[in-house]
């Protein structure tokens, strides 16, 4: 499968953007790492920028990045959102309050619970009708969304855009799920080339693929399964051909090519 890639947005620590971002992750400038900075999305309406949760705000931040340079009206983009845990610290909250002798559940917090709330805000502040998808894969989750839009791009030769984020957990669920940071990447795609895309991908499934050519200092992201993400930014980045094993798709490695 091939599919085109016309805008890259990255949100996690020391990495403020893709265009701040480019020389950090093709390994030609170091990395600080630092508490992510995640902007409120532009995009929403001011009532939910102050009902949004941190899961959407990260995700949205993302796609925004992504969009930066785009001529394509967002009503027109199929969006798959992908995320393995979506906002934990709302998880966290409603179990405490289930748990408490006179359960209190606000119908913000309801609504922020359920894994396709991104998609929900991304909804009001376009008014799209086109699909969208949310979806999790554990640690593979990045992989799968990635499979998706590129299956939905192949069928429509519109533009999908493809979103992951993960965020840490609070105690005691990061016992089971440790992990550091924050991070989010977004994909613009399409399934037909149009003029001023940034790289094509060559997507296959494999019994086994080559490893992601990742800075090294970077490798203190990887427990956070968006930053699975990583390597294909770091060949996007680099603006070079490459192959990178993104995850597993069922009982198949996903081999991403990167080139032009």
């Known amino acids: 499968?091939?599919?085109?890639?016309?805008?890259?947005?990255?949100?996690?620590p020391g990495l403020d953007g893709w265009a701040a971002s480019c020389e950090v992750l093709a390994g030609r400038a170091s990395w600080t790492e630092a508490e992510p900075r995640v902007p409120v999305p532009r995009m929403l309406p001011a009532a939910e920028r102050r009902r949004c949760n941190a899961a959407a705000r990260i995700a949205l931040a993302a796609a925004e990045d992504a969009l930066a340079k785009s001529s394509w009206p967002l009503s027109e983009l199929a969006t798959v959102f992908a995320s393995a845990?979506?906002?934990?610290?709302?998880?966290h909250a409603l179990c405490e309050s289930f748990?408490?002798?006179?359960?209190d559940v606000s119908p913000t917090q309801f609504h922020n619970s359920v894994h396709n709330a991104a998609a929900g805000y991304w909804g009001i502040a376009t008014?799209?009708?086109r699909p969208s998808t949310s979806l999790a894969a554990d640690q593979d989750s990045f992989a799968a969304g990635l499979f998706e839009a590129t299956l939905q791009a192949a069928l429509d030769p519109g533009p999908v855009l493809l979103a992951a984020f993960d965020l840490p957990l609070?105690?005691?669920?990061?016992l089971m799920r440790p992990r550091r940071h924050a991070f989010a990447a977004a994909l613009l795609l399409s399934g037909a080339p149009r003029a001023g895309a940034l790289a094509a991908l060559e997507l296959r499934l494999a019994p086994g693929g080559a490893?992601?050519?990742?800075?090294k200092a970077l490798e203190a992201l990887a427990d956070n399964p968006a930053a699975r993400s990583l390597p294909l930014?770091?060949?996007?980045?680099?603006?070079?051909?490459?192959?990178?094993?993104?995850?597993?798709v069922g009982g198949s490695r996903l081999v991403v090519r990167c080139g032009r």
């Open 85 to 91: 845990d979506g906002d934990g610290a709302v998880t």
């Open 127 to 129: 008014r799209s009708s």
């Open 1 to 12: 499968m091939r599919v085109h890639v016309h805008g890259v947005g990255v949100v996690g």
């Open 211 to 215: 490893s992601g050519a990742l800075p």
């Open 170 to 174: 609070p105690h005691p669920l990061s």
């Open 99 to 103: 748990a408490a002798p006179e359960p």
């Open 233 to 248: 930014l770091a060949a996007l980045a680099a603006g070079s051909e490459a192959e990178v094993d993104v995850g597993a």
